[in-house]
T-cell receptor, first 111, second 114 residues
Framework: GQSLEQPSEVTAVEGAIVQINCTYQ??????LSWYQQHDGGAPTFLSY????GLEETGRFSSFLSRSDSYGYLLLQELQMKDSASYFC????????????FGTGTQLKVEL | GAGVSQSPSNKVTEKGKDVELRCDPI?????LYWYRQRLGQGLEFLIY????????KSGLPSDRFSAERTGESVSTLTIQRTQQEDSAVYLC????????????FGPGTRLTVT
């Protein structure tokens, strides 16, 4: 089956910049999404990349390189409320329309 | 403008009992998904409905699991003869047609099988 790799944990200080990487299997790749999930909460959609390059939405940006089968989520001016799990998710052609989620990266923001 | 709702929010059941979980998607969203999330884990796809097309059941872990959806409205996920390994949070999500990458999730149902 298709699998995604992302770090299990990242720690950073308030005000800093952090990058969460995601690598995926190339075969049939269509697009990469990112979701945020606070403890006990529901996942919420952050961004989507289908083409190479950077997509910016406020303090959050997402990048995709199809040639490297790699993407990342960039969080700037970190705030305590950004402490959460971040999941990358891939849409594959031929896989129906479902998302395949990574195992998640737990981000801890410290003072 | 309501979001995705799910009920019950918590369910404790005895091993061997059947449970039914309900999901009410966002109005106008043709696609509906069910996921399972075990503690500290990622989201495991279970089943996908798109309009009146045949559902994608490829993620259902066993024949004890089934789901139905009436048109583009409410869906129910049924787990028969529950086992302890079924304990998890069951999440429902919906999306607009052809925007499967942008899913809106409900708060989930926390299922505990004792």
């Amino acid at each position: 089956g298709q699998s995604l790799e992302q770090p299990s944990e990242v720690t950073a200080v308030e005000g800093a910049i952090v990058q969460i990487n995601c690598t995926y299997q190339t075969s049939g790749f269509y697009g990469l999404s990112w979701y945020q999930q606070h403890d006990g909460g529901a996942p919420t959609f952050l961004s989507y990349n289908a083409l190479d390059g950077l997509e910016e939405t406020g303090r959050f940006s997402s990048f995709l390189s199809r040639s490297d089968s790699y993407g990342y989520l960039l969080l700037q001016e970190l705030q305590m409320k950004d402490s959460a799990s971040y999941f990358c998710a891939v849409t594959y052609t031929g896989g129906g329309n479902k998302l395949t989620f990574g195992t998640g990266t737990q981000l801890k923001v410290e003072l | 403008g309501a979001g995705v709702s799910q009920s019950p929010s918590n369910k404790v059941t005895e091993k061997g009992k059947d449970v039914e979980l309900r999901c009410d998607p966002i109005s106008g969203h043709t696609a509906l998904y069910w996921y399972r999330q075990r503690l500290g884990q990622g989201l495991e796809f279970l089943i996908y409905f798109q309009g009146n097309s045949a559902p994608d059941k490829s993620g259902l872990p066993s024949d004890r699991f089934s789901a139905e959806r009436t048109g583009e409205s409410v869906s129910t996920l049924t787990i028969q003869r529950t086992q302890q390994e079924d304990s998890a949070v069951y999440l429902c999500a919906s999306s607009l047609f052809r925007r499967d990458y942008e899913q809106y999730f409900g708060p989930g149902t926390r299922l505990t099988v004792t």
